[in-house]
């Protein structure tokens, strides 16, 4: 009991920190902007997605296809957004990594579900770190999870 209840508590230090996020930014090789959006779409609403960012008071949209919204001329044919398995959307930005200023919240929305994340400019992480991360985490959980379903099963 005791063993269980360490085992227990290492783990939720180890995973606070590494939980998989809705909304992720990096920055490619190339200096491309990426933000990936992983909110799950709801089954009874109409596909869509909305990628924008706010600095300071100012909301930009930077890639949208709800039907109505479009992205602000300064974005336009900047970005482009793919699919993302098993859902959720990429969005991938070029020729603005130098213009961010210091702090910039990212915002995306999936069928009206939003997320936001407020990154400073010196602390965006190179996507090639990010993944490696992001991927060995999400699937460390995985792994535990079952370990733990079978061990108290
Ligand atoms: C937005 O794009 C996605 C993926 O291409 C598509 O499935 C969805 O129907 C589109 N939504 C609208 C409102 O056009
Ligand atoms: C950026 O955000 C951090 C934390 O939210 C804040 O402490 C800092 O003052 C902000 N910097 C600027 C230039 O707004």
Sequence with gaps: MLKSLFVYGVLGVLLIPAKCELISVCVENDDDLRVDCRIEPKPNKINSYEFSWSIGT???????????SSAEVQFKDKSYVEEL???GYRMTMSGFRDKLPHNTTYMCKI???GARITVEKDQLLECSAV????????S?????LLFFYQTHS
């Design 58 to 68: 100012k909301e930009s949209t930077i890639n949208t296809n709800v039907s109505g």
């Design 85 to 87: 398995e098993p859902y």
């Design 111 to 113: 069928s009206q579900d």
């Design 131 to 138: 993944s490696v991360f992001l991927k060995s985490s999400c």
């Design 140 to 144: 460390l959980i995985a792994c535990l």
